[in-house]
């Protein structure tokens, strides 16, 4: 069976800090992984997508960037938070049965 | 522009009562459509999905109702129980790539009340 962790499960940063979220996935190999973005009472917003080691897609950046480093491994990140980056970050992995993605656990983030 | 609308945006039904949640989109390239729900301070889980190849999907108590024609869908919940209370989300995605990008509607806040 797949799981799928995130870290940190919270954090409180304050503007202008860096940050790094990451993800890692196991049970599944070579997963397409995915990175949302969720804020307070809000829907959930594709950032970013990778297929494979070291290839990410940007869907919508949020002055935000993301790498592979690892093929179980997805890394959210940023040098300089703004107060818009608080919220519900998720990450996601997608089965190979057509789009079916399910999500890890979130990290929330509080940027004051 | 919003490519998946949800309404009502929030909906109460007593328990037992049929609770119904639409869901409209635009992209007619749209060729699968997941639900999810969302507990307070959880990250969503799928429910159920459907592909347009079906008008209909039941899973238990939770059906959708789906109609390309008019480019809207619905999830009826049957016999709705108190645990049901959550936010539901309707999404969207085309054509079977890596990317495959789910676009989301705004939700809705189902309350069950006992």
């Known amino acids: 069976a797949q799981t799928i962790h995130q870290w940190p499960v919270a954090e409180i940063k304050a503007v202008g800090s860096p940050l790094s979220l990451g993800c890692t996935i196991k049970?599944?190999?070579?997963?397409?992984l995915y990175w949302y973005w969720q804020a307070t009472g809000g829907t959930l917003q594709q950032l970013f997508y990778?297929?494979?080691?070291?290839?990410v897609e940007s869907v919508v950046q949020l002055n935000l960037s993301a790498s592979r480093p690892k093929d179980d491994q997805f890394i959210l990140s940023t040098e300089k938070l703004l107060l818009s980056h608080s919220g519900f970050y998720l990450c996601?992995?997608?089965?190979?049965?057509?789009?079916?993605?399910?999500f890890g656990p979130g990290t929330r983030l509080t940027v004051l | 522009q919003q490519q998946v609308r949800q309404s009502p945006q929030s909906l109460t039904v007593w328990e037992g009562e049929t609770a119904i949640l639409n869901c409209s989109y635009e992209d007619s390239t749209f060729d699968y459509f997941p639900w999810y729900w969302q507990f307070p301070r959880e990250s969503p889980a799928l429910l159920i999905a459907?592909?347009?190849?079906?008008n209909k999907k039941e899973d238990g108590r939770f059906t959708i109702f789906f109609n390309k024609r008019e480019k809207k869908l619905s999830l009826h919940i049957t016999d709705s129980q108190p645990g049901d209370s959550a936010t539901y989300f309707c999404a969207a995605s085309a054509n079977n790539n890596a990317g495959a990008k789910l676009t989301f509607g705004g939700g809705t806040r189902l309350t069950v009340r006992p």
């Open positions: 049970g599944k190999s070579s997963p397409n």
């Open positions: 459907i592909r347009p190849v079906s």
């Open positions: 990778s297929i494979t080691v070291g290839q």
């Open positions: 996601a992995w997608r089965t190979d049965n057509y789009a079916e993605q399910f």
